[in-house]
């Protein structure tokens, strides 16, 4: 007796309430159904069917049996449909969701080089700079600069993004240079997020972690945005070191309060919960994972 035929046939004569259905569908004999459920019963000692002229229904040790068969049979078909994305490479559409300024700067040309690895792949990148839950709009798995907060979704860190805090020669020539993260309360500051309530910036010095209220003049949720602000002097900016490393080179943006640190936020791969991640989803983080996490291109 073949295991995996008897499982196949035990759980196809559940599905279908019947040995002559079951048979229909798996395109052989009643009979041939009939010999491999009777093996199975035999070999692991319990009645899994009550049979009679009109009906076949489960007995009790059958429906343990079914749900952990099942289970068997869907590892089984995983296994086999790794090996062979493994053998072919993976297929189909790619739906992925990033936000614009890393996606131009940095992920333009990592998905065009996982493309070239995977001919046969066709990838659909939608940049912007709002929170997107990839279960409801459809996307195979987001990628998010962020301190990532408990959700039903799955977030694997890829690599560690460092946070500047700048602000142009031209406007720390009109205010005093901020020395300690309280000074930052008499400063005007532009803010990555919204004006919904207070708005606070933690820093980590020597002495700990500070907790400052600042005065926010502008918010928006895209960095290119805050940087054009800065540079015309509007005030001083906390961006992520990729968006304002050019600028901190040339001297139009200059660090401030080197000492203290903000939290530094991740890149995340984002996907939702599913056991059976395709294959396609899994190469794409593993390619990531492998460009990104032990050295970056935008130098951290």
């Known amino acids: 007796m073949d295991k995996f035929d008897a499982l196949r046939a035990f759980v196809m004569v559940s599905d279908k309430g019947g040995f002559a259905a079951a048979a229909r569908e798996l395109g052989t004999s009643r009979s041939g159904i009939s010999r491999l459920i009777a093996a199975l019963e035999d070999q692991i000692g319990a009645q899994l069917l009550n049979r009679t002229t009109r009906k076949t229904a489960l007995t009790e040790s059958g429906a343990t049996y079914l749900e952990r068969a099942r289970f068997i049979l869907a590892e089984l078909e995983e296994a086999e449909r790794v090996v062979g994305d493994l053998r072919a490479g993976p297929t189909g559409a790619l739906r992925i969701n990033a936000p614009m300024t890393f996606g131009t700067m940095y992920l333009a040309d990592a998905v065009a080089e996982f493309m070239a690895q995977h001919p046969q792949l066709k990838v659909q990148l939608v ?70 309530g207070p708005v606070t910036w933690k820093l980590t010095g020597s002495g700990g972690e500070e907790v400052v209220r600042v005065n926010e003049v502008m918010c928006s949720n895209n960095g290119e945005v805050l940087r054009a602000a800065a540079l015309r002097g509007l005030g001083i900016v906390r961006l992520p070191r990729f968006v304002a490393a050019n600028e901190i080179n040339q001297g139009s943006l200059v660090p401030v309060l080197e000492g203290f640190e903000p939290p530094s936020p991740g890149l995340y791969c984002v996907y939702p919960p599913n056991r059976f991640l395709p294959s396609k989803v899994r190469r794409f983080i593993d390619f990531l994972a492998s460009k990104y996490s032990t050295r970056q291109p935008w130098g951290g």
């Open 127 to 196: 940049l912007n700079d709002r929170f997107v839950d990839p279960m409801e709009e459809g996307f195979d798995l987001t990628i998010r600069i962020a301190h990532m907060p408990d959700s039903t979704l799955i977030a694997r860190r890829i690599a560690p993004i460092h946070l500047a805090m700048v602000a142009s020669p031209e406007y720390l020539e009109r205010h005093p240079r901020p020395r300690v993260p309280a000074d930052l309360s008499e400063h005007r500051v532009l803010h990555y997020g919204t004006m919904e």
